[in-house]
């Protein structure tokens, strides 16, 4: 399917990527408009943190092109891209000593000159991120000291301090208990709501049919299918996506998709 769109943020053409030999994705076109949220979908080793790497010009892609508001994100210079496209990482490092706030704070550099501090505004805009994330009274307490969850709530309170208009988020709710794995995805659907254009990594195909209007599904073989979640995500592209079966469960409201055994497909004979 060709997702190109001239009104888009972010978009690709023919975008292909490779490591070790392998395709992962094949001449992808896609296009990522404001106020959309596109789930990207795959097995573990199918390539979507690649993807979300070369999307956002931190690797070259093996072939095509990528486009920020229309021009080569080569072309950026990368503050100004900051300012434009965030990317939240799987795995956040935390080489040295820092207070929460402080590294929250660190969302707001794209924005800050060189040698000036972070300004009142700066913080309370960090202020802001933490409490939209349920970590209003966290700012003095060291990173170090926080569990998993809080420490990935942190690294999301930090992207929406850089307040970007491209968010790619790589796993967003990985280490997060049901709750906040929700209210994340909400917080998410509400930025995107409010003119943000939002994909992200999840593995969850009944969450992604929830909150994500598209989605992009990555096959590990260089093969995707891009379209509406409404018509994308069934039974027959979720087992061949996971190679397991499932079942679709219709509720008020939403549906879900539920594995109906334990083997995998290609285990099933």
């Known amino acids: 399917m060709n997702a190109?769109?001239?009104?888009?943020?972010l978009s690709c053409t023919r975008l292909s990527v490779r490591v070790a030999g392998r395709t992962l994705?094949?001449?992808?076109?896609?296009?990522?408009?404001?106020?959309?949220?596109?789930?990207?979908?795959?097995?573990?080793?199918?390539?979507?943190?690649?993807?979300?790497?070369?999307?956002?010009?931190?690797?070259?892609?093996?072939?095509?092109?990528?486009?920020?508001?229309?021009?080569?994100i080569a072309l950026w210079p990368r503050r100004a891209a900051a300012r434009r496209?965030?990317?939240?990482v799987q795995t956040t490092e935390d080489p040295f000593p820092s207070s929460v706030l402080d590294a929250v704070l660190i969302g707001r550099h794209p924005h800050i000159d060189f040698w000036r501090w972070e300004s009142e505004d700066d913080r309370a805009l960090a202020r802001a991120a933490l409490a939209s994330v349920g970590?209003?009274?966290?700012?003095?307490?060291?990173?170090?000291?926080?569990?998993?969850?809080e420490r990935r709530r942190v690294a999301i309170a930090a992207l929406l301090a850089q307040?970007?208009?491209?968010?790619l988020l790589d796993e967003p709710i990985n280490?997060?208990?049901?709750?906040?794995?929700?209210?994340?995805?909400?917080?998410?659907?509400?930025?995107?709501?409010?003119?943000?254009?939002v994909l992200m990594s999840l593995h969850d195909a009944s969450l992604a049919a929830r909150f994500c209007d598209s989605v992009l599904m990555m096959f590990g073989d260089g093969g995707w299918l891009y379209g509406p979640s409404r018509t994308t995500l069934t039974e027959d592209t979720i087992a061949r996506l996971y190679g397991l079966r499932v079942r679709e469960l219709r509720w008020e409201g939403g549906r879900t998709f539920a594995p109906i055994d334990e083997k995998r497909i290609a285990d099933s004979g």
């Open 25 to 72: 994705l094949r001449d992808l076109d896609f296009a990522l408009p404001s106020g959309a949220v596109v789930g990207l979908l795959g097995c573990n080793g199918a390539g979507k943190t690649l993807t979300l790497h070369t999307l956002a010009g931190l690797r070259p892609p093996a072939d095509g092109n990528v486009l920020l508001d229309g021009r080569s």
């Open 135 to 149: 970590l209003a009274h966290f700012e003095r307490r060291e990173v170090g000291t926080l569990s998993g969850g």
């Open 163 to 167: 307040d970007p208009d491209v968010m």
């Open 85 to 88: 496209l965030g990317l939240l």
């Open 175 to 197: 280490h997060l208990d049901p709750h906040h794995q929700i209210d994340v995805l909400r917080l998410v659907r509400a930025k995107a709501d409010a003119g943000r254009a």
């Open 4 to 9: 190109v769109n001239d009104g888009a943020r």
